[in-house]
């Protein structure tokens, strides 16, 4: 009873949004509609490719369930689209139903796939915002950088995108977080190679 | 292969190697590939888990940007994911993201260390088991897994918190039942203060809201404090996603709404949140004015940038306001027609597609011919893209745009010159529609196809093959409006024809044979005319009083030769021919260009002897029979009219000949099947009572009246699932005559005596109601295109009863297009029916009006009827209801925010809420 009425009146929840929530909440409807729902739960963002100016893949990470054989198309069909298109023209191509954004640093390009009716702009900031991370972790990122660190540039996306989804909007963030992990992974490997060493020494 | 040795851990290859390795290969690329796997199968088996996890990571790479498989090397990822050390940990975690998939078998292993790894004090451990959990999580994983997830959704960790929300979407979409112990805490994570935590919340939300906005009405007040409170452009976008998903659904939201979203438009700066504000606006708030007003402004600011991307956006923009509000396009004219000429493809398309929005009546022809000469100077493409539009546009609703036919059919014309034009099929089909549909336009329509036929140049492309077919046939059906048939005739057996496929020459060869048949017959009534026109010549000269005998002997010559219908001397019809040519050469000149001499017709015989003999041996049967058949005829008919002296029977022949070809094709209405009248003694209902229950759902009922239109049973069967009226008379009226062709060229050899009756048997009833229409066709032609244009379409489709439509421009004929759609809405409001049983009742007895019903559902997108739905909905009770939820979800998400529909929205939400 008490949900109808707070249903009914709505513009009173409007307008005194420190009105304390009480907590009631459809959730068997929910986990019908997700049950009914496809296995597979909508991305945002379906795959992300860097592609460089001669065609060489230099990254790829599939948000969404692709099989080898379709990864190998999808690149070719893509750069062969993303690479023939001119400087000027706009930063989106329509490719079998969904929207390719892409956009070229230098030499490379940073091609995201999304759905039609996701918001072009706002991928076009995520992948500024992709570059700008690099960048800064990198120092003045170049192509290189990514092809002998392409697990860092994988570790950053990472932090940057979780399930197909922006989760971290802030580059000192996101560079911060890096930076920890990195450290962590150098205190770990500095005591590998130390131990190798030992190994190593011993078996002289 | 040989268990690694110390040799291979300690000159191990890093990763590094590989790369350089790699870029200095130039050719033998795959062969070095091959011989590192080979070494990283040995590697990968080291006990060491520093030398497994570089060769791991070596082979991620190697899988990651040449695709080598990876699969089998599962197990040594899962090893190095249980490793202490967390750079193996993070090796392993990249491999299993990058490989695994719900078919990989080693992933149940996987599940304990998931849970150690979610439950470790290390933040980064459990960040990376989050991040492999949201990229390969199964069913049973995220199952299993829940609870840690759930634990981790209060982690005093943002950056923990943040992660775990943005698995629960995986986990929701793999494990629904997680949503009974998750939803709670997400939700109370919308509350938060946190802008990071709040962002990944909204993300997942909307989300989840995209595929059924429903469900998450109750959440809108916290929605709404977001949209008005957060200055983040991340959020904000998210939000107001999910507010477009929303505001259809409950008018009162979306009154609430859209004024912050304005706010937001005037206010920001930030382009992607503009152009999220202009989207969700007119998608979703297309009804309030103000809203649209502004948004159409920023879109005009969007336009005139410089920036390509938002000047793509901006147009699509407008391409989706366009249904709603064509003055938004119209205000813009200029500049979307001058990206029509924009270097980008995307855009090009973009503004064709609002160019062709704006075409109407009025201004149909000088955009048409803008976008024609546009054509011509863009790629091959493009060129076909702007065909294609502009010929779907013009054949919208049977041609409803379209004034001047004319223009139209010579528009058509110009467009198969067109270079790059590869649209044959649609403009064969559009021609000969045309052909039958408006007979105005058929003097013109040959004249086109004429010129097509006429210009040897056209036959070498392949795609023009179509198009050339529709001309030939055009003109052998309408031969009667051409200047020259001979003319036609040459175009049609020129030599180049052999470049065409035989289906098409097929169509040529029957063209030539129609054309010829009418020459034949022109000559014959030209001769009875002279032979006439002398007569009373003579009669008048001979009344002047010279030899009364004579005229006397004329007079009663002449009606004796119209009695024996054809069947007069043609030498002395000869003779006064060339007398009368003397005697006033004024009134014959008329005559003679369009006439046939003898002579004229000779040649004409032997033109198509020639030109068809070597096909009488072609490898094609159509090809062949059809020459064959002509050839005979020709044969015939020059042994009879040799010496110039046409024997009664090659008139005769060539008479009902022509008889059969005069009988004119027209489409096919959709009230056809009414018109059929049923043969008495014939038990349609009885018989077919228990199909009707069968099909009932899918056909109309009028269906069941389909069966014997025509006595002879020819066309039962095509029209039977098509329930519109004329569809079965016009066709009976094609297949008679070419059942009567049929018997009239076999009857030449064979039954000669039968002819006579053929030709009377075969105008059965069906066709009566049509020739009535044809007959006071011309005269309304005119008025009804005129009228046309002023009706709304759906009325002038089918308000108006058959009958009195004289033609094919009007309701006469659905196009095929609409035909289809129609079936669709019939499904859909088929469902919409169950539900209204009680009050579409009354209805069910006269489908015209019925049908009229759904075809405004279908093109109004149902703005008014489903809100008269709806109410009768609530008041037919809930058992309706969830008999048809689906079917009604269906419906629901096309409704627009308006008043009666608040209610209805309602009621399937707050029992729910109860639960």
Known sequence: MLLSCRWFSIEYWYLDSNQQRIWSFPVSKIVAIVHSGSTNCKKKIHFVLLISRQGKVRLTKWYSPYSQKERTKVIRELSGVILSRGPKLCNFVEWRGYKVVYKRYASLYFCMCIDQDDNELEVLEIIHHYVEILDRYFGSVCELDLIFNFHKAYYILDELLIAGELQESSKKTVARLIAAQDSLVESAKEQASSISNIIAQATK | ???????????????????????????????????????????????????????????????????????????????????????????????????????????????????KDLKSNNEFEVSLALDCLSRIGTADLCRDLTPEVFTLLSSSKVFVRKKAIGVVLRVFGKYPDAVRVCFKRLVECLDGTDPQIVSAVVGVFCELASKDPRSYLPLAPEFYRILVDSRNNWVLIKVLKIFAKLAPLEPRLAKRVVEPICEHMRRTGAKSLMFECIRTVVTSFTDYESAVKLSVAKIRDFLVDDDPNLKYLGLHALSIIAPNHLWAVLENKEVVIKSLSDDDPNVKLESLRLVVAMVSESNVVEICRVLVNYSLKSDPEFCNEILGSILSKCCQNVYEIIVDFDWYVSLLGEMSRIPHCQKGEEIENQLIDIGMRVKDVRPELVRVGRDLLIDPALLGNSFLHRILSAAAWVCGEYVEFSRKPVELVEALLQPRTSLLPPSIRTVYIQSAFKILIFCLHSYLLQRENIADDMASEMLGLKSQGECSGSSALVAGKAPARQEQDEGFNPRDSNKSYEDLSIINEGDVSALLEKGFTHESIVNLLNLIELALGPLSGSPDVEVQERSKNVLGFVDLIKQEISNGFVSERASKIIDMVHDAFTEELGPVSVNAQEKVPIPDGLMLKESLADLDAICGNVQLPSSISFSMGSPFGESVGASVSIPQSKEESEPSSESTSLLAEHRKRHGLYYLPSEKNETLANDYPPANDPKSSDNTNDDAQDLVKLADKSLLPKRRSNHAKPRPVVVKLDEGDVVPFIAKKSDTRDDLLSDAVRDILLGVEKPDLGNPSSRRSKHRSHGKEKSRKSPEKKNSDEIGDGEKEKQKSRHRHGRHKTKQRAEGPLNVAAQTPVIPDFLL
């Not at chain 2, 590989?18 to 080979?38: D, P, T, W, Y």
């Not at chain 2, 497994?52 to 089998?72: E, P, R, V």
């Not at chain 2, 080693?106 to 849970?115: A, D, F, M, S």
Request: glycine share 2%; proline share 2%.
């Open chain 2, 1 to 115: 292969m040989a268990s690694p040795s110390l040799m291979d851990t300690l000159f191990q290859r890093t990763l590094d190697d590989i790369i350089k390795g790699l870029r200095h290969q130039q050719a033998g690329e795959s062969a070095f590939i091959s011989k590192v796997v080979e070494e990283i199968r040995r590697e990968i088996k080291s006990t060491d888990l520093h030398t497994k996890s570089i060769a791991l990571q070596k082979l991620t790479y190697l899988n990651s940007i040449y695709f080598i498989d990876m699969s089998w090397a599962a197990f040594h990822a899962i090893e190095c994911i249980s490793s202490p050390n967390f750079s193996h940990k993070k090796v392993g975690y990249l491999a299993i993201s990058m490989s695994f998939n719900e078919s990989t078998s080693v992933i149940l292993l996987i599940t304990n260390q998931l849970r």
